[in-house]
């Protein structure tokens, strides 16, 4: 359920604008035997994870806080609109089922906004079954649109546009914009939050075109506003020779964005550069090159060739040390051997000529 808001969430284009904040909520709506309830949805404070609604138990189960969050909305009024869309999905599930021939997960997405100033912006309805787009209710500065492709008549669509209209206006919008206020306040710190982006420029070698491919990636940042720019001689890079540029979240709560460009062998210098709201000024790159997987799948043999060379090269260098030392040490003996040998001799001599002094003293 879980990856399947996250998919929905990030198909979509960001309504929020930079300074502005977002209160999301994605409601379900699904028969058959699935390990889900039959309704549940999910809020977010622009991409904070804060509440859970079970359906089924009518439960309401906060996540990610670290304090009381309990007098941030009414829990009676939540429930109330919980009810509403409920029952709006039980209205439209046979409208579904007659126009696509099958019965699939039907959805939900309600967006208010809060502009940098204080002031309330936009708020979307937007419902789906199986991921794509039915119709689309958008109310701003007390104007409403409706874009829709159900197969209902033109009276009984006034009439719910009439109705949906009215419930925005004192309703809806206010009891958002006053949670959305409140979440605020309390999740202060994780909405402020600023980290900086680790930002690379790689030249890569491309096997399907003969060219090279030149990359520049940025990642683990928040909040997930960033501009990145690739630069050909000092110059921006014209956006129609640019592919990727999604915005894509990594699994800490951080985003990565990544801008490639498609180039053959060239003298051009190339660079990139992002601005984010965690860094003071631009951060500028230069170009890094990695050779590929062919040149890496030579790297590992050219590492073992190295520590073989370095193993026996050390071998050797001992075997020769462990030569000489003993050359030198039978040296030493042979000269010690003959010192003692000679000591002993002229010992031997001396005995004698004392001995011979004593008997020719006695004779006399």
Same mark, same amino acid.
């Given at each position: 359920m879980e990856k399947s808001f996250l998919l929905f969430l990030l198909l979509l284009p960001i309504t929020a604008p930079k300074g502005s904040h977002s209160l999301w909520t994605l409601a379900t709506y699904i028969k058959g035997q699935t390990p889900f309830p039959e309704f549940s949805y999910v809020a977010m404070l622009d991409d904070i994870r804060i509440m859970y609604y079970n359906g089924e138990t009518k439960t309401l189960i906060p996540r990610g806080n670290t304090t009381t969050e309990d007098d941030v909305f009414d829990s009676n009024d939540l429930l109330r609109i919980s +009810?509403?869309?409920?029952?709006?999905?039980?209205?439209?599930?046979?409208? $579904? *089922?007659?126009?696509?021939?099958? *019965?699939? $997960?039907?959805?939900?997405?309600?967006?208010?906004?809060?502009?940098? +100033? %204080? !002031?309330?912006?936009?708020?979307?309805?937007?419902? $789906?079954? %199986?991921? @794509?787009?039915?119709?689309?209710?958008?109310?701003?500065?007390? =104007?409403?649109?409706?874009?829709?492709?159900?197969?209902?008549?033109?009276?009984?669509?006034?009439?719910?546009? !009439?109705?949906?209209?009215?419930?925005?206006? @004192?309703?809806?919008? /206010?009891?958002?914009?006053?949670?959305?206020?409140?979440?605020? !306040?309390?999740?202060? =710190?994780?909405?402020?939050?600023?980290?900086?982006?680790?930002?690379?420029?790689?030249?890569?070698? =491309?096997?399907?075109?003969? %060219?090279?491919?030149?990359?520049?990636? $940025?990642? %683990? &940042?928040?909040?997930?506003?960033?501009?990145?720019?690739? &630069?050909?001689?000092?110059? /921006?890079?014209?956006?129609? !020779?640019?592919?990727?540029? +999604?915005?894509?979240?990594?699994?800490?709560?951080?985003?990565?964005?990544?801008k490639s460009l498609e180039i053959s062998a060239d003298k051009h210098t190339y660079s990139c550069s992002a601005t984010h709201l965690s860094l003071d000024n631009k951060l500028h790159v230069t170009l890094e090159f990695d050779p590929g997987e062919p040149f890496k799948s030579v790297i590992p043999s050219v590492l073992i060739f190295l520590a073989l060379l370095l193993v026996f090269g050390t071998g050797a260098v001992i075997y020769k040390y462990r030569r000489r030392r003993a050359a030198s040490s039978k040296r030493d003996y042979s000269s010690a051997s003959t010192s003692e040998e000679s000591t002993d001799t002229k010992s031997t001599h001396e005995a004698q000529e004392e001995a011979t002094q004593l008997r020719e003293a006695l004779s006399k």
């Open positions: +009810d509403n869309i409920q029952s709006s999905f039980m209205g439209k599930w046979a409208i $579904a *089922t007659n126009k696509f021939n099958k *019965t699939d $997960a039907l959805q939900r997405l309600v967006v208010c906004e809060l502009r940098d +100033d %204080g !002031e309330p912006g936009q708020m979307i309805t937007r419902d $789906a079954v %199986g991921g @794509s787009t039915t119709d689309e209710l958008l109310y701003v500065d007390k =104007n409403f649109t409706y874009q829709g492709h159900l197969n209902i008549s033109a009276q009984v669509l006034n009439i719910h546009l !009439e109705v949906s209209m009215r419930r925005h206006e @004192s309703f809806y919008q /206010p009891f958002c914009i006053k949670t959305l206020k409140g979440y605020l !306040e309390k999740r202060r =710190n994780q909405v402020n939050r600023k980290v900086k982006p680790r930002v690379r420029l790689i030249q890569k070698a =491309n096997s399907d075109s003969g %060219g090279f491919r030149v990359s520049c990636l $940025a990642t %683990g &940042f928040y909040p997930r506003h960033i501009n990145l720019t690739l &630069f050909r001689d000092g110059q /921006p890079v014209s956006a129609h !020779e640019i592919t990727g540029g +999604d915005l894509l979240p990594n699994g800490d709560g951080t985003y990565q964005m990544r």
